[in-house]
C-alpha cells in the first residue's frame, strides 16, 4: 500500500531541496529554518511511535524544533523576488507557444484528484489497496500533483531540476507562512490539553441568564464565533460551546432540536474562520500566494459575507430550533 | 450553571497572548508558540511534557502541508505562462465579466465541497495559478488595465470566494469531518442521530452563503464599473 508516510518523506524531500538551494545562496537562516521543518515530515512516524511506547526524548526534540522554527520565523522576512520584465516577455512568449497546452497538466491536478478519489478506492494488488483508506483525498492530491508534473515537464521540455527550483521559488515565497496553519493546530491541541476551553464556557456560562433561551441562543452563537476566531478552527470550538451551553441550556432545558443546533451551530463558527487571521491556512497563506501586500485582505474582502450570514444563522435557529 | 471551584482559569493567558500578539502585530507564528508555552505552563505542565506535547501535537497536524507536493508543476507551468495563457483564454469570451466569472467559481467550488471533493480546489491548486488570473483577465475585459489596488482587491475577492465556496458546502456532505464530529458529540452524550439529518440542516445556509456572496460579487463588478466611470467624468472636467 502506498502509505501516506512515504508522501510525508516527498514533501521532506522538498523542504530539503528549499534547504539546499538557500545554503548554495548563503542564507543560513532559511536554510535552518527548512531543515528543521523537513525533519518532522522525515521521521515523524518514527517519533510517534517512540512517544507511544514511552520514549519521551524525540518527541521533545521535535518540541524544540518547533520552538527553534518560530524563533527563525520572527527574524524572517515575507515576499518573492520583484518580477522582471525579462521574465514577464520571456512567460508571454511561452505562452503563445504553447497555448492551450499548458492547461492540461494544470487541470489534471483537480480531475485526477476526482479521478482517484472515486476509482482510487478499488485500485489494488494481490487484494491490498494501493491508497491508504483513511487518507483517501490526500493521497489521492498528492498522486495527481505529481502525474501533473510529468506532464507540465513534458508539455514545457523543462529540465526535471528546473520544476525543483520553481517549487523551492514558490516554497521559500511562503516562508514561515507555511507554518502558521501547523503551529495553529498545534496550538489548539495545546488548548484543548489544558482545559481553555472549559474555563471559557464557565465564564459564559456565569454571565448569562439562563432561563431565558433567547439569551442562551445568542451565548452560544456568539460564543461559537468569538472561540473560532481565537482557535482558528470551528472544529475545536464546537464541543466547548455545545458541552459548555447548547446541551445542558439549549437541548436539555429548553428542548432545542440538537440536528438544527449542532448543524448551524457548527456553520456559525465557519462565519469566524472568514474572520480570524489563526485561520492561516484559509485567510493568510493565500494573501502571501496572490502576493497581497497586506496580510489581512482575504479577511477584509470576507467580512461582508460572514456578518449577514452570521445574522441569517442567528434568525433561522431563533426562528425554528425550539419548535 | 454553578461555576466549580475546579476549573483552572490560568490557561487563559494563552488566549490573551493570541489576542495581544496580533493586535500588536508580532509575528504570527512566534505568537502562537509563546501563547502555547504560557497555557501549558499555566496548566501546571512540566517542561518536558510541555515539550513532549508540543512536537507530537505539531507533527500530527502534517497533512496540513500536503500542498506543497502541487507547487513543482504549479511553479513550472507558471514560468513557461500559465497565468497569462489563463488570462488570454478568459479575454477571448466575449459575454464574459468578473461577477459571471467569479460567480460560476463559486458555484463550482461549493458543489464540488458538497460532493466530498475538498482538495479538488485550493489557493495553491486553483486559485493562484488559474482563478486569480482569469478574475482579473476578466475584470480588465470591461475596465482595460488594473491599478494595483484593484488588481488587489480581485485577487482578495477570489480567494475569499473559494474560502466561501468550501466552507458553506463541504457540511451538506455526510461522510466529512464537521458532519461526523456533530454527530459522535452527540452519540458521546446518549443523543442518537442520523448524519443526514444533520447534512439537510446544513442546506438553509449554504443556500444563503451562496445567495450572498454572489449579490456581493456583483456589486463589486459594479462598484469597479462605477469608480472608473467617476474617475473619468473627474478627468474629463480637468
Redesign the interface.
Known amino acids: 500500500m502506498l502509505r501516506?508516510e512515504y508522501?510525508?518523506a516527498?514533501?521532506a524531500a522538498?523542504?530539503a531541496c528549499t534547504a539546499l538551494f538557500n545554503l548554495r545562496e548563503r542564507r543560513f537562516a532559511m536554510a535552518a529554518f527548512w531543515v528543521i521543518l523537513a525533519a518532522?515530515?522525515a521521521l515523524?512516524d518514527t517519533?510517534?511511535a517512540a512517544?507511544r511506547d514511552g520514549l519521551?526524548w524525540?518527541?521533545?526534540?521535535?518540541?524544540?524544533?518547533?520552538?527553534a522554527?518560530?524563533?527563525l520565523?520572527?527574524g524572517g522576512r515575507l515576499g518573492s523576488e520583484p518580477d522582471t520584465a525579462e521574465a514577464a516577455a520571456e512567460?508571454?512568449?511561452?505562452?503563445?507557444r504553447?497555448?492551450?497546452r499548458?492547461?492540461w497538466?494544470?487541470l489534471s491536478?483537480?480531475v485526477l484528484?476526482?479521478a482517484l478519489?472515486f476509482g482510487g478506492g478499488h485500485l489494488g494488488w494481490n487484494g491490498r489497496p494501493l491508497l491508504d483508506p483513511k487518507?483517501l483525498?490526500?493521497s489521492?492530491?498528492?498522486i495527481a500533483?505529481?502525474i501533473?508534473?510529468g506532464?507540465?515537464?513534458r508539455?514545457?521540455r523543462?529540465p526535471p531540476l528546473?520544476?525543483?527550483g520553481?517549487?523551492r521559488?514558490?516554497?521559500d515565497a511562503l516562508g514561515?507562512a507555511?507554518?502558521?496553519?501547523?503551529?495553529?493546530?498545534?496550538?489548539?491541541?495545546?488548548?484543548a490539553?489544558?482545559?481553555?476551553g472549559?474555563?471559557?464556557a464557565?465564564?459564559i456560562?456565569?454571565v448569562i441568564p439562563?432561563g431565558n433561551r433567547i439569551a442562551c441562543l445568542l451565548a452560544f452563537a456568539f460564543g461559537m464565533v468569538f472561540f473560532t476566531v481565537?482557535m482558528g478552527n470551528?472544529?475545536a470550538a464546537?464541543?466547548v460551546m455545545?458541552a459548555?451551553i447548547g446541551?445542558?441550556?439549549l437541548?436539555r432545558q429548553h428542548g432545542a432540536d440538537?440536528?438544527?443546533l449542532?448543524?448551524?451551530g457548527?456553520?456559525t463558527g465557519?462565519c469566524g474562520?472568514?474572520l480570524t487571521?489563526?485561520a492561516?491556512?484559509?485567510?493568510?497563506?493565500?494573501?502571501v500566494?496572490?502576493e497581497?501586500?497586506?496580510q489581512h485582505?482575504?479577511i477584509?474582502?470576507?467580512i461582508?459575507?460572514a456578518l449577514?450570514?452570521l445574522a441569517?444563522?442567528i434568525a433561522?435557529m431563533a426562528w425554528l430550533v425550539f419548535r | 450553571?454553578i461555576?466549580?471551584t475546579a476549573?483552572?482559569?490560568w490557561?487563559?493567558l494563552?488566549?490573551a497572548i493570541?489576542?495581544a500578539g496580533?493586535a500588536l502585530r508580532?509575528?504570527?507564528?512566534?505568537v502562537?508558540?509563546?501563547?502555547?508555552?504560557v497555557?501549558?505552563l499555566?496548566?501546571g505542565?512540566g517542561p518536558?511534557e510541555?515539550?513532549?506535547?508540543?512536537?507530537?501535537?505539531?507533527?500530527?497536524?502534517?497533512?496540513?502541508?500536503?500542498?506543497?507536493?502541487?507547487?513543482?508543476?504549479?511553479?513550472?507551468?507558471?514560468?513557461?505562462?500559465?497565468?497569462?495563457?489563463?488570462r488570454?483564454?478568459i479575454a477571448g469570451f466575449r459575454r464574459m465579466n468578473l461577477a459571471r466569472f467569479q460567480i460560476a467559481y463559486l458555484a463550482v467550488r461549493q458543489l464540488?465541497s458538497m460532493a466530498?471533493?475538498?482538495?479538488?480546489?485550493g489557493?495553491?491548486?486553483?486559485?493562484?495559478?488559474?482563478a486569480?488570473p482569469m478574475s482579473e483577465a476578466a475584470a480588465e475585459r470591461e475596465l482595460g488595465p488594473l491599478s494595483p489596488a484593484e488588481r488587489?482587491?480581485v485577487?482578495?475577492?477570489?480567494?475569499?470566494t473559494?474560502?466561501?465556496g468550501?466552507?458553506?458546502g463541504e457540511?451538506v456532505f455526510v461522510a466529512i469531518?464537521?458532519?461526523l464530529?456533530?454527530?459522535g458529540?452527540?452519540a458521546r452524550?446518549g443523543?442518537v442521530?442520523e448524519p443526514l439529518?444533520?447534512?439537510?440542516?446544513?442546506l438553509?445556509?449554504a443556500l444563503?452563503?451562496f445567495a450572498?456572496?454572489a449579490l456581493?460579487l456583483w456589486l463589486f463588478r459594479r462598484a469597479l464599473l462605477r469608480s472608473r466611470s467617476t474617475q473619468a467624468a473627474a478627468d474629463a472636467a480637468d
Open positions: 501516506i508522501l510525508y516527498l514533501i522538498l523542504l518532522p515530515f515523524g517519533i510517534l512517544a519521551a524525540p518527541s521533545q526534540a521535535a518540541g524544540i524544533g518547533v520552538i522554527l518560530g524563533l520565523a520572527a512567460r508571454r512568449a511561452a505562452a503563445r504553447l497555448g492551450n499548458l492547461f497538466p494544470a491536478i483537480p484528484t476526482l478519489f487518507a483525498t490526500l489521492a492530491l498528492a500533483s505529481l501533473a508534473l506532464a507540465a515537464l508539455v514545457t523543462a528546473q520544476a525543483l520553481e517549487g521559488r514558490l516554497v514561515w507555511i507554518l502558521l496553519p501547523m503551529v495553529l493546530a498545534t496550538l489548539g491541541g495545546v488548548f490539553a489544558t482545559g481553555v472549559e474555563a471559557v464557565e465564564l456560562g456565569m439562563t481565537i470551528a472544529f464546537f464541543p455545545m459548555g446541551l445542558p441550556l437541548i440538537p440536528a438544527l449542532g448543524a448551524v457548527m456553520l465557519y474562520t472568514l487571521p489563526m492561516a491556512n484559509f485567510n493568510i497563506v493565500p494573501a500566494l496572490l497581497l501586500p497586506d485582505a482575504v477584509r474582502a470576507q461582508g459575507t449577514p450570514l441569517f444563522n433561522l | 450553571m461555576p466549580s476549573v483552572n482559569y490557561p487563559l494563552g488566549v493570541v489576542v496580533f508580532r509575528n504570527p507564528v512566534l502562537v508558540i509563546v501563547a502555547g508555552l497555557s501549558g499555566a496548566a505542565f518536558g510541555l515539550l513532549a506535547l508540543l512536537g507530537t501535537a505539531f507533527i500530527e497536524n502534517r497533512a496540513l502541508l500536503m500542498f506543497l507536493l502541487t507547487l513543482p508543476a504549479v511553479g513550472l507551468l507558471e514560468r513557461y505562462g500559465l497565468r497569462e495563457r489563463a488570454d483564454w464540488t466530498g471533493l475538498t482538495h479538488v480546489a489557493h495553491a491548486q486553483t486559485v493562484r495559478p488559474l486569480a488587489d482587491r485577487r482578495a475577492t477570489t480567494a475569499a473559494d474560502n466561501i468550501l466552507f458553506f457540511d469531518g464537521a458532519v464530529l456533530i454527530q458529540f452527540f452524550n443523543i442521530l439529518t444533520i447534512a439537510l440542516w446544513a438553509p445556509t444563503a452563503a450572498i456572496h456581493r
